[in-house]
T-cell receptor, first 114, second 110 residues
Framework: DTAVSQTPKYLVTQMGNDKSIKCEQN?????MYWYKQDSKKFLKIMFS???????INETVPNRFSPKSPDKAHLNLHINSLELGDSAVYFC?????????????FGEGSRLTVL | DQQVKQNSPSLSVQEGRISILNCDYT??????FLWYKKYPAEGPTFLIS?????DKNEDGRFTVFLNKSAKHLSLHIVPSQPGDSAVYFC?????????FGTGTRLKVLA
């Protein structure tokens, strides 16, 4: 019974395509995030949502469009994929941002753009 | 602008000895600091945290120390076990944002 689940786990696609990664959390948390881990293994925040509302967009290109249909889901849609988008994308959630200190991660989705 | 830095990309320690992982930060607004452990092909998992108003937090074999004046925190693992071999990330937490360091790969030698 995974707390934060994301699909697909692996995704290989051609440059220029559009793809989506889905994320669901069953922890009842209010806040969800997308992180990108690039080839240098740096975990960088992309977006945070609180109760379906976008709170933070860390200068991510507008080819990346997160969508939160409800507070348990935060999906990531990427248009016109580029080689540099190849990375592992992690979804995460927290009860209250920075309050309890614990951030729960999904297993990651490895995106490879050819 | 890297607000959280882990300057040692790797560390090797003998089983049973102490592992000390270090982290420096520049943002004084962090409310909490956290340590995460990551195995290959898995998401990071939470280890231990410390409030910015504390200087030490202990949980079993893991202790985190915070030195606010130096903007430095460290994670002590004692005794180290082979299963502790993983990448360790420190993070600073502020409202709606957790900022991670680049990680330190710990290898515990049997």
């Amino acid at each position: 019974d995974t707390a934060v689940s994301q699909t697909p786990k692996y995704l290989v696609t051609q440059m220029g395509n559009d793809k989506s990664i889905k994320c669901e959390q069953n922890l009842g948390h209010d806040t969800m995030y997308w992180y990108k881990q690039d080839s240098k293994k740096f975990l960088k925040i992309m977006f945070s949502y609180n109760n379906k509302e976008l709170i933070i967009n860390e200068t991510v290109p507008n080819r990346f469009s997160p969508k939160s249909p409800d507070k348990a889901h935060l999906n990531l849609h990427i248009n016109s994929l580029e080689l540099g988008d190849s990375a592992v994308y992690f979804c995460a959630s927290s009860q209250e941002p920075g309050a309890t200190g614990e951030l729960f991660f999904g297993e990651g989705s490895r995106l490879t753009v050819l | 602008d890297q607000q959280v830095k882990q300057n040692s990309p790797s560390l090797s320690v003998q089983e049973g000895r102490i592992s000390i992982l270090n982290c420096d930060y520049t943002n004084s607004m962090f409310d909490y600091f956290l340590w995460y452990k990551k195995y290959p092909a898995e998401g990071p998992t939470f280890l231990i945290s410390i409030s910015s108003i504390k200087d030490k937090n202990e949980d079993g074999r893991f202790t985190v120390f915070l030195n606010k004046s130096a903007k430095h925190l460290s994670l002590h693992i004692v005794p180290s076990q082979p299963g502790d071999s993983a990448v360790y990330f420190c993070a600073g937490a502020g409202t709606y944002k957790y900022i991670f360091g680049t990680g330190t790969r710990l290898k515990v030698l049997a």
